[in-house]
């Protein structure tokens, strides 16, 4: 009976390790086949006008057939950027509180909240941009409201929730020893929070912070609806600009020919700079093997 049992625990452990191996090979193709769809659809773009015109030519006017993606290249990284200058603080100062400073209760209360904010609609974020932040930026800040400011602000609310878990995770994570033994040296609270508990929790931090950038990057909805909208390479924070994932949804439903495959050139530059980002992650993990 014994020897019964111990093989049906084996069959249902190769069962089961067989199964998982299974969805795993399945999840690697599917994201071979978006590889190879993407490169595919963007080939004959490139085979046309090349990778240096495409890159760095400041004019996307599909009707005169100038198809440059570089002002959308550019207000990408600047909205994101932008959204991480005025994320980060925030949420690397309230992952502190709630780890280092708050009572349990203050936990307690502030868990929902970050959960709450990270399962509202991106079109829930846009609208409050759209009706709330574009009139105030017109009426006290200057420009027409649609502008990188107006996008950065969203995307800064949107990837909070992401920083702060994973910057909460961090600054739990460090050793409780580190913290005795700082202590127990004579340091003050806010001493061992800057000198012992921060540094040992960077890697952690870094990891969110890149996270978040690849959120704020990724984000199409609530962008559209409150960056403008505008093809150029700004001079100001107040200048609408468009975003390479907000010049794919705009332009994809009439799009042909060329054009068409100029818009998989966007996709792919997106990835690529997703990939740039996972190998970051990547290479902090394994230099400070985390």
Request: contains cysteine; proline residues 4%; glycine residues 6%.
């Amino acid at each position: 009976m014994k020897t019964e049992s111990l093989e049906v625990s084996d069959l249902k452990e190769k069962l089961i390790e067989k199964g998982l191996l299974s969805i795993t090979l399945i999840s690697v193709m599917m994201i071979l086949l978006i590889i190879i769809f993407l490169l595919s659809e963007a080939v004959p773009a490139f085979n046309q006008f090349g990778m240096i015109e495409i890159f760095l030519n400041h004019q996307w006017i599909p009707d005169l057939n100038l198809f440059g993606i570089m002002p959308m290249f550019i207000s990408s990284l600047l909205v994101s950027f932008l959204a991480l200058v005025l994320a980060v603080p925030l949420s690397i100062a309230t992952a502190i509180y709630i780890e280092e400073l708050s009572s349990m209760k203050v936990k307690e209360l502030f868990k929902p909240v970050i959960q709450t904010l990270s399962g509202i609609p991106s079109v829930v974020y846009g609208f409050f941009g759209l009706t709330v932040l574009v009139p105030f930026i017109r009426d006290y800040v200057g420009g027409d409201g649609f502008s990188i400011l107006a996008a950065s602000i969203v995307l800064a609310i949107m990837i909070l929730p992401t920083i702060i878990t994973l910057s909460q995770d961090a600054i739990r994570n460090v050793p409780f020893e580190y913290k005795q033994a700082s202590l127990g040296l004579g340091a003050s609270h806010f001493q061992t929070i800057s000198k012992i508990i921060i540094p040992a929790a960077l890697p952690g931090i870094l990891t969110g912070i890149i996270l978040g950038f690849g959120r704020a990057i990724g984000e199409t909805l609530a962008v559209l609806m409150v960056v403008g909208n505008v093809a150029q390479i700004p001079s100001s924070v107040l200048d609408p600009v468009r975003t390479l994932t907000s010049n794919i949804a705009l332009e994809m439903a009439y799009a042909m020919d060329i054009h068409y495959n100029m818009l998989f050139v966007n996709g792919v530059t997106l990835f690529a700079i997703i990939v740039v980002l996972m190998a970051l992650i990547n290479y902090i993990q394994h230099k400070w093997g985390c």
